[in-house]
């Protein structure tokens, strides 16, 4: 009797239930999932109330989906929170259960939508956690963590192209407007992560998600962090400068950032620093500077660009160290030195005598009696000696050391006598190398020696020099020079040269051909400038330049604008005879009279030809008269007097009586004439005019 009242109770629970269900409710569908596969995980139970109220209280209800069948159903109270929590162990997984969500704010109840499902094929798994993305050209290939139950799952890839001018705007939130979608089944393969390699177009950059399904559920999981795919990165160009003083260097290293279809997600830098005496250091960067502080030693940087899908290909910057000395002159390597781990040796042998190896000698401990006597004979090394620690450490001495010196073991190369006068000359050869020196070279020796003299003169010279000028030396004689290099401990082998200075006779010999030479170049030079004069009035003579028709407007003077005409040219050969007897006396046929309005005087080819025959006196002396009458004549309707070429002439006059009563002016037309020129000219008031 007490099971059956206890049945009917919940039955009109569940009724009560049905009937408030009815209500609107701003709940979501509860979603009940685990998230994995295995049988014996718990289930989590999530909603979503839009109207959450600090003082709502949530019961979940479940019950299988017959309603005539009522042999299961229950209730979890989830409180103030919009999840709970599920033991396996209460629930039917293998049955279709309904699911709802009742909420309850004091009196006010309301029930979410009803969900039936199958628990034991409701499984959401975990978004996936991309965590290698490598790309290559145009092939990207992301990995992530595979779930731990041992079955298949049902990816989806989506992904979009982000346009260059979007790259830096980092509020950018509309990619999935215009998402192309992926559905890939991914195969069980061997290891811990899931893989899928992806076909991207070279030069462009994209966004990507991932997200996951078992194969028996329908839940998806959700979408993984949006992940950023920039371009490959390229290797940084490196640039460094430093300021040394007080021991130390402050050194500051530059490279250039990578353009923003690299850098799209962002790049840091993996810096490794190396110097001696020090641990090595890594840092990681996050812009393009970095600024440390090292000793007068190498320093040694390597960079690494990073970005989402990548890394360059590292790049190695070696800082070399400060200049290696020639000599040292400090004693302070003969003092004590500090105590112990507050100084550090550092010496290395010079392979080339000059070069620094990569790998060095270190000590804190030794001294430098100490470590020469490791060193080999007459081979040059160079140490340091480090003080302080870390940013304070600094360097306190840098000189080059043997173990044991001995003598030059070459003498100096390609030496040769340049300059050679007759009382000078000069000495040049090549110094002899570092690893040849055997010691510290103190300097060169130079003998010279006269031919048929016993006398030998005697020169030092720096070690750092390799050049001598020899003075005093007699004219016409013959040398010979002895030159060697010298240590500490004596001489090496020498090198000799002879060589025979210039006569003073060839010397005086070479002033007077130079003098001859500057003469002869002289007088040549006079010569072209006289012949160039001469040519150029002898071309003056026989091609003289033709001058332009100058006509004054004084002996015009009806030449107005108003009644001018235009004139036009006329050529003809003509002889011109300029007095009244010359053509009286040439022409004794035709007889002259004082009144002669149209008198025309032609010439013969046979007289101009028998004229052509005359003296030449007759010639002059009509030539002498025709220029002394032009002077005195139109002065401005002529050209120079002293032209004998083509003239312009007239054929009427230009002179009127009565310039009053003109009305108008008829000039006639102009002619060159080849040949003398005919004056006209009036006589006793009447105009004689001779023309061919």
């Known amino acids: 009797m007490t099971t059956r009242a206890h049945e009917v109770g919940l039955l009109v629970l569940v009724v009560a239930v049905f009937v408030d269900k009815v209500a609107t409710c701003s709940i979501s569908n509860p979603q009940c999932y685990k998230n994995t596969t295995r049988p014996d995980d718990d289930f989590l139970c999530e909603w979503k109330d839009q109207d959450h109220s600090p003082d709502a209280i ?83 290939v992301l990995s992530w963590p595979r779930v731990n139950d041992n079955k298949g799952a049902i990816h989806e890839i989506r992904w979009k192209k982000i346009p260059i001018m979007m790259i830096k ?13 992926l559905y890939c089944v991914f195969s069980h393969t061997p290891g811990n992560l899931d893989s899928y390699t992806l076909q991207l177009q070279k030069h462009t950059v994209y966004q990507v998600q991932i997200r996951r399904k078992a194969k028996q559920s329908l839940l998806w999981s959700h979408w993984s962090q949006t992940v ?44 490794t620093l190396n110097l001696p005496c020090e641990k090595t250091k890594m840092y990681t960067i996050w812009n393009n500077t970095f600024e440390t502080v ?75 009696e100490d470590i020469k006597k490791d060193m080999e004979k007459f081979v040059r090394y160079y140490y340091f000696l480090h003080t302080g620690r870390n940013q304070s450490r600094r360097t306190n001495i840098s000189c080059p050391v043997y173990s044991k010196e001995g003598v030059p073991s070459s003498q100096p190369k390609n030496v040769t006598v340049l300059n050679i006068t007759h009382d000078s000359a000069v000495l040049w050869w090549q110094s002899i190398p570092v690893q040849e020196q055997r010691g510290f070279l103190k300097h060169y020796v130079i003998r010279i020696s006269r031919e048929g003299h016993n006398e030998t003169g005697h020169h030092e010279v720096t070690a750092n020099k390799t050049s001598f000028l020899l003075r005093n030396l007699e004219p016409g004689s013959s040398y010979t020079l002895n030159i060697a290099g010298r240590t500490e401990i004596g001489e090496g082998p020498n090198s000799t ?92 046929r035709q007889k002259h009279t004082t ?92 105009e004689i005019s001779v023309q061919s």
């Open 294 to 368: 090292a000793t007068y030693s190498e320093a040694r940087v390597s960079l690494v660009a990073i970005n989402n899908i990548g890394s360059s290909p590292s790049q190695e910057l070696v800082i070399p160290p400060v200049e290696h000395l020639k000599f040292c002159h400090s004693d302070t390597h003969k003092d004590s030195l500090p105590k112990r781990k507050r100084y550090c040796l550092e010496w290395y042998k010079l392979e080339d005598g000059e070069t620094r190896p990569a790998k060095v000698n270190i000590s804190r401990s030794n001294t430098l």
């Open 595 to 686: 009144s002669l309005p149209d008198f025309e005087v032609s010439l013969p080819d046979e007289d101009k030809e028998d004229e052509e025959d005359e003296d030449e006196d007759e010639d002059d002396d009509a030539e002498s008269h025709f220029t002394g009458l032009i002077s005195s004549a139109i002065t401005s309707s002529f050209p120079n007097p002293n032209y004998k070429g083509q003239l312009l002439q007239f054929t009427e006059t230009l002179e009127i009586a009565d310039k009053g009563q003109m009305e108008s002016c008829e000039v006639n037309t102009p002619s060159y004439k080849n040949g003398l020129f005919f004056e006209n000219r009036t006589v006793e008031n009447e």
């Open 228 to 271: 950023d795919i920039p371009i490959e990165i390229q290797q940084p160009v490196v640039q460094w400068d430093e300021t040394t003083h007080g021991g130390k260097r402050e050194i500051t290293i530059n490279w250039t950032i990578p353009p923003p279809e690299a850098s799209f997600g962002g790049v840091s830098y993996n810096l």
């Open 497 to 588: 040269r002879t060589f025979f200075t210039l006569s003073s006779s060839s010397t005086d010999n070479g002033m007077k051909m130079a003098k001859i030479i500057l003469t002869v170049c002289a007088v040549v030079l006079l010569f072209s400038i006289a012949l160039s004069v001469a040519i150029r009035r002898l071309r003056r003579k026989l091609l003289p330049i033709i001058p332009s028709p100058v006509i004054s407007p004084a002996a015009m003077p009806c030449m107005d604008k108003k009644n001018m005409k235009p004139m036009t040219e006329k050529v003809d050969d003509v002889i011109l005879l300029p007095r009244d007897q010359d053509i009286h006396r040439r022409f004794p």
């Open 58 to 140: 949530y019961t979940i209800f479940m019950q299988t989906s017959s309603v005539n069948d009522i042999s299961y159903s229950t209730k979890f109270d989830a409180g103030k929170n919009l999840f709970k929590i599920l033991p396996v162990e209460g629930l039917i997984t293998a049955r279709l259960l309904d699911i709802w969500v009742h909420r309850q704010v004091f009196n006010v109840t309301c029930s979410s939508p009803t969900i039936s499902v199958f628990l034991n094929s409701s499984v959401k798994y975990s978004p996936p956690n991309i965590q290698k993305k490598i790309r290559s050209a145009e092939k990207l």
């Open 169 to 181: 705007d980092e509020d950018n939130d509309s990619w999935q407007n215009d998402t192309d979608r």
